[in-house]
T-cell receptor, first 113, second 108 residues
């Protein structure tokens, strides 16, 4: 595809439910980032992959959050036992090796009820 | 600490008026700064970066290390400039550290 693709676009989860958010980066992009954007805030860094290696997960807010990129392309962000404070837009971005420009997906809006 | 501050949540101007969106940063070392824009119902996209010293859609931004600022300017605002603008700083892992954003509203 032409850009970063995220699915689903919208997700409503009941509190306590597990969710999985998918990110399809631009083909060939080595770096992949996940961000969380709460209402009225800027995006906040969650985790970073270079190929299949998760090099930084310092932004994950709790051990309920888990991300993987097993083959170095598609990535999944999983949130276990969702809480209301997890409600946010989750953004994925990718960039090619040696380039600083990151391309963002449309995001997944998660609402926990 | 690495931090980006955008002091204005909302900036409202009339078409043709000058625009300045403020951004201040905190970073030890040589910072790499960006402006991202998000138009209504569109994805976040790069507007410009300080290392390119370019002008995009009439916008410019100059890095002022003395004042730790990277303000975004345009001499004559257009209605199509209405959007959310985010200032961002490149972190140590290549991740971006964003400000909270400024909503620019350009009135006819």
């Amino acid at each position: 595809g032409a850009g970063v693709s995220q699915s689903p676009r919208y997700k409503v989860a009941k509190r306590g439910q597990d969710v999985a958010l998918r990110c399809d980066p631009i083909s060939g992009h080595v770096s992949l980032f996940w961000y969380q954007q709460a209402l009225g805030q800027g995006p906040e860094f969650l985790t970073y992959f270079q190929n299949e290696a998760q090099l930084d997960k310092s932004g994950l807010p709790s051990d309920r959050f888990f991300a993987e990129r097993p083959e170095g392309s598609v990535s999944t962000l999983k949130i276990q036992r969702t809480q209301q404070e997890d409600s946010a837009v989750y953004l994925c971005a990718s960039s090619s090796q040696g380039r600083t420009e990151a391309f963002f997906g449309q995001g997944t809006r998660l609402t926990v009820v | 600490a690495q931090r980006v501050t955008q002091p204005e949540k909302l900036l409202s101007v009339f078409k043709g008026a000058p625009v300045e969106l403020k951004c201040n940063y905190s970073y030890s070392g040589s910072p790499e700064l960006f402006w991202y824009v998000q138009y209504s119902r569109q994805r976040l996209q790069l507007l410009l970066r300080h290392i390119s010293r370019e002008s995009i859609k009439g916008f410019t931004a100059d890095l002022n290390k003395g004042e730790t600022s990277f303000h975004l300017k345009k001499p004559f605002a257009q209605e199509e400039d209405s959007a959310m603008y985010y200032c961002a700083l490149k972190g140590s892992q290549g991740n971006l550290i964003f400000g909270k954003g400024t909503k620019l509203s350009v009135k006819p």
